[in-house]
């Protein structure tokens, strides 16, 4: 790869292309339904088994559990100020 493809790439218009994304999952999930976003989930699931058949661990587990109530309790702080 070149320099100034590197430099192409860096100066795309981002934004144009974050509104292509966009309406792309919302006539997608028009289409097919919010069970699309389950086959997704499925397939990334898939996909991290294949490469770590261990995770999640139970220490993975406990750490997302962790990291979900702390958010909870900051977005429930947030809301009564």
């Not at 493809?5 to 999952?25: G, H, N, P, Q």
């Not at 997704?40 to 139970?58: E, I, S």
């Amino acid at each position: 790869m070149k320099r100034e493809d590197l430099i192409a790439y860096a100066r795309r218009d981002w934004s144009t292309l974050a509104e292509v994304k966009r309406e792309f999952l919302l006539t997608r999930r028009a289409k097919l339904g919010a069970a699309v976003n389950f086959e997704v989930v499925d397939t990334l699931r898939a996909q991290v088994h294949a490469q770590r058949p261990d995770y999640p661990r139970t220490a993975d587990r406990q750490a997302d559990l962790d990291a979900h109530i702390l958010l909870a309790d900051r977005l429930r702080r947030a809301s009564t100020r």
